[in-house]
């Protein structure tokens, strides 16, 4: 049903089209020739539009053929909304460019003699129809196909956008998984130890003298039950290790972390006060010091690092800040941001807040770390804030190409036009002076002809000038083949002034001197 309604709203804006520009031919078409002509033009280009998009812009183009015919002094209008309106809805539905440049070319290139052998102007002609083609040809065009290729790049920039993050989710979940194994792993080497040590005692207690059976029988229930936890606490961190990459466990304490650092070769003010801190939350706090300086020590070598970790009765904060490295960062060393994915994850699981971000120049690492919360719940939206933090929006950075290379067409769309028309003014202007001064007749040659010299007897210049007065010319004497050339008047004046030599059967049978609009 949408695509119904969209198909008659399509048709309904065409039928609207065409009576616009059927409008402005019969009010700008003085003959019947020329209307005839017009709305055939603009039937032919508006019912072709859609499915043959190269034909309609051929036939409006075709249309500006007809400036250079004789219309006084004035241009058919009617051609350049035609030609704009084609050209736009062209560009929007052509898949390529070529079919359209080279219609366009060709149509010049047939202007030429066109307007020599038609047009009352001459090359002034061609001139005015190769700027309406620049115009309303070149430019509408441009703008559609900036506008084609805006709608494209945005479509296309939305899907690759979606392919990254998807991408960049599989990348992240991965990191997670890894951070949930080695917590996995903290547990079972302290949990599996603490295990192993009842299961001990238990046993101890269990020969131990002085107790009767029903103190025996609970011994031996108590070592059963702790070697039973510990196989089936063995069980599952095997589940999670078969489902994460290999990743080791969280070892030693801060101070011998720190120890370790400034071992090879990090300057690190350390301040550290985590007694306090229940063991997974200083094994937290542990994996949040460890990432802050494995990072510092890839991307800001030689930089001073600031550690602080301070613990109360209901949790612990950590804060690692960085400087500027001396001699910036590594070249190369990109970061995927892998490690602060995964510490969030662990930090997220005990409860707490991680914030990362660039600081005074250098970088900042801080965490709160609560000493008796529930892991946070992960949102959608939690999880894209994260993201953008740690400055993972690789889709963002994709679409901002997507949008400069939009904004470079769109000059495109603008320069190339003015670029165009100011080279064919700089050309047509070369050739306008060369034939204004190749075509002057100097007033001593003009004073001195006579009528009923034959033509080959007289000095004429080799060429004719085409720019002349198109009002004030004086009846030709008929079965007389005229021939026009320059009086020496600047071209910069307003009245153009020609001489007029007519000829019959090889004799001179007038000689006239008119301006624009004189005698």
């Known amino acids: 049903m949408r695509e119904v309604t969209k198909r ?11 009576l616009f520009l059927a409008f402005t031919v019969v009010v700008g078409a003085p003959s019947y020739w020329e209307l005839a002509g ?9 019912v072709t539009a859609r499915r043959y998009p190269a034909v309609s812009l051929g036939i409006a183009l075709a249309g500006t053929l007809a400036v250079p015919f004789p219309y006084g002094d004035r241009v058919p209008v009617w051609t350049v909304f035609v030609l704009v309106a084609m050209s736009y809805q062209a560009a929007l539905r052509m898949e390529r460019a070529r079919p359209a440049l080279l219609t366009g070319a060709a149509v ?14 001459g090359l002034g002609d061609w001139g005015s129809m190769m700027a309406i083609l620049v115009f309303a040809g070149l430019s509408p065009w441009l703008l559609g196909r900036y506008v084609r290729v805006r709608g494209e790049l945005a479509r296309t920039g939305w899907r690759r956008a979606e392919e990254m993050e998807s991408r960049q989710r599989l990348v992240a979940d991965q990191a997670r998984l890894r951070e949930r194994a080695r917590i996995a792993s903290d547990m079972h080497d302290s949990l599996g130890h603490e295990l192993s040590l009842i299961a001990v005692r238990a046993a101890a207690l269990e020969v131990a003298g002085g ?13 059963t039950s702790a070697a039973a936890a510990t196989d089936r606490l063995r069980e599952i961190i095997g589940v999670l290790r078969e489902d994460a990459a290999p990743v080791e466990p969280v070892q030693g304490d801060l101070g011998e972390l720190i120890s370790r650092a400034r071992a090879s070769g990090l300057l690190i003010d350390a301040r550290v006060d985590s007694e306090l801190a229940p063991p997974m939350v200083a094994r937290a706090a542990y994996r949040v010091v460890q990432e802050a300086l494995t990072n510092v020590a890839k991307h800001a070598p030689g930089a001073a690092v600031t550690v602080r970790v301070t613990s109360t009765g209901s949790q612990t904060s950590v804060r690692v800040v960085n400087a500027p490295p001396p001699a910036g960062p590594l070249p190369g060393a990109a970061s995927g941001h892998l490690g602060l994915i995964g510490l969030r ?23 709160t ?23 993972q929006s690789t889709s963002a950075r994709a679409l901002e190409v997507a949008r400069r290379d939009v904004r470079r067409s769109l000059f495109q769309a603008v320069a190339v036009p003015l670029a165009l028309f100011g080279v064919l003014l700089a050309v047509s202007g070369i050739a306008f002076l060369y034939q204004w001064n190749s075509s002057e007749l100097p007033g001593g040659v003009y004073d001195r002809l006579r009528l009923g010299q034959p033509r080959a007897e007289l000095t004429l210049p080799e060429r004719q000038r085409a720019a002349r007065p198109v009002r004030g010319e004086p009846p030709s004497v008929p079965g007389a083949a005229c021939e026009y050339y320059g009086t020496g008047r600047s071209w910069l004046d307003n009245d153009y002034a020609a001489y007029r030599l007519c000829f019959a059967d090889g004799k001179l049978v007038s000689k006239d001197w008119f301006t624009e609009g004189g005698s």
Not at 108 to 121: A, E, M, Q, Y
Not at 211 to 223: F, K, S
Not at 352 to 359: F, I, S, V
């Open 369 to 391: 770390l609560p000493h008796d919360a529930a892991p946070v719940e992960e949102t959608p939206e939690l999880r894209e804030a994260a993201d953008d933090e740690v400055g």
């Open 108 to 121: 010049s290139l047939l202007g030429i003699p066109l307007s020599l052998l038609v047009g009352p102007d």
């Open 8 to 18: 008659r709203w399509r048709v309904v804006l065409d039928v609207l089209l065409g």
């Open 211 to 223: 107790l009767d059976d029903v103190q025996r029988d609970a011994a031996a229930e108590l070592r």
């Open 345 to 367: 994850e662990r930090v997220r699981l005990v409860g707490g807040t991680l914030r990362a971000g660039p600081h005074e120049g250098g970088f900042a690492v801080t965490a």
């Open 38 to 46: 017009g709305l055939v033009v603009v039937a032919g280009s508006v």
